[in-house]
Every structure is written in structure tokens, then in C-alpha cells.
């Protein structure tokens, strides 16, 4: 086992309410899956969620070395959570292929927000 990469990324909370609020459906239909969308929806502040989720992505892209794009897009990465509740990401599309090719075997992340600020890690473990 060894490590692949590692990513991080802080957000503004109110950067991803203003995103909601200003592109509304279409920019959380393109962000985050169906599940993540339920999820976040169904707690008290949506935003922070969205927030967390959306940083976790970045930082996912990040230990990755792709980005978002050819190798990675958004809906490629889903934050689940695990038996425990804690958040674990699931691949799919390119980015699972991707992993699959570099034999990445799993991406652990940590996600964590504030009133203002969600910030998420991520690890890439490659056999």
C-alpha cells in the first residue's frame, strides 16, 4: 500500500449559498448526485453540507492530480456516509476509471465545517 496523494480544500459557506441561490438547481444538479442533494436538503443548514461536500470533491481532485474534467468530473465523486457515519467517497464514471488504472484502491476523507467555513481532506491509497 502507498499513498498516491493527498488533497485539501477550504470553502466559504456562503460562497456555495450564494451559488444555490443564484443558480439554483442547475448548479446543484451538476455538483453533487441525487443522494448528496437529498441529504443536504433534508438538514437544518443545507448549505453547510453542500459546502463540505463540495470542498471534499476539490480535495478528492486534488490528491488525485486530475482536477475537474477529463479525468474527473463532479458526479464521478459521491460523499456517502459509512456504517459509523462517517463520510466515505464513492467513484464512478472516469474518475473510477482513473483510479482503477493507477491502481488507486481507495480515496478516505475527512470532512469537517464552521458556522462560515467547510473544509474537507482527501487520501488516495494505491495498492
Known amino acids: 500500500m502507498r499513498i498516491f496523494g493527498i488533497g485539501i480544500d477550504v470553502v466559504e459557506v456562503e460562497r456555495i449559498a450564494r451559488a444555490i441561490r443564484n443558480g439554483g438547481d442547475k448548479f446543484t444538479w451538476r455538483v453533487f448526485t441525487a443522494a448528496e442533494r437529498a441529504y443536504c436538503e433534508a438538514q437544518a443548514r443545507p448549505e453547510l453540507h453542500f459546502a463540505a461536500r463540495f470542498a471534499a470533491k476539490e480535495a ?4 488525485l492530480g486530475t482536477g475537474i474534467g477529463k479525468h474527473l468530473a463532479w458526479l464521478d465523486m459521491e460523499v456517502t456516509r459509512g456504517e459509523e457515519g462517517a463520510p466515505r467517497l464513492v467513484l464512478g464514471g472516469a474518475g473510477q476509471e ?18 462560515n467555513h467547510a473544509a474537507a481532506n482527501a487520501l488516495a491509497v494505491a495498492e
Open 60 to 63: 478528492v481532485a486534488k490528491a
Open 98 to 115: 482513473f483510479a482503477a488504472r493507477h491502481g488507486i484502491r481507495e480515496v478516505m476523507i475527512s470532512l469537517s465545517h464552521a458556522q
